[in-house]
């Protein structure tokens, strides 16, 4: 993997700083691991969440995706923080990137953007979202699911070529074709980046009328 640059002025030289990036991660990394796994037992098992069921579903995909980055980025780059350097070979440094940069991460983008607006829709629309469930759920976030499978092939299509970074200490690809790299980041970063800082305003701002309307009513909010 020696292609493109692996911009090595980044590489952390200083050990203690590199320990103490090691430990961070290592917190990070065991903190999804159980939390994630925590929230699927309690929803998928003991039925222990109580919200919304389409919500309940979408907070059980978003942790998948937490999961599988956490596996795909975090763990990888622990290691390789460890070792000074890439240790998995060129195959798992594909794989790696292909799970976390091209798969899991945009679809956990998309996924929280679905959640907010899902939100935002049962309180504006609460008469007529009630048949939403746990099965149309699951449509719509395999849908997801498919939609960023999709987006790989961008990637794919253009061509790229893998090499390690010291920047993130992982895997990146270098993709000559700026036309997939900007389709991509709309489709998977912007977009749902957008909807969901504007479905969370609005979310608090119904919220807070309801407040207001509340309190004018004697009642509690």
Known sequence: MSLPPSREEFKITNTGERCLLIIYLMIVLFS??????IILIASVRYNAIKLNKFIVVVMQHIAVCDLLQSISFILPTITSLIADGWVFGELFGRIFHISDVLFSYPASNILICLLTTSKLLLLKFPLRTGHWNRKA????????????AICIQLYISAGSDYVFYYVTYSVNAYVTTNEYITAHAYI???VPAFTIILTTVFILHHLYKARRISQRSGGTL
């Open 32 to 37: 999804s691991l159980i939390g994630d796994t």
């Open 137 to 148: 759920a699951h449509v719509v976030c395999f849908l997801v699911w498919f939609l960023t």
């Open 188 to 190: 998977t970063g912007i």
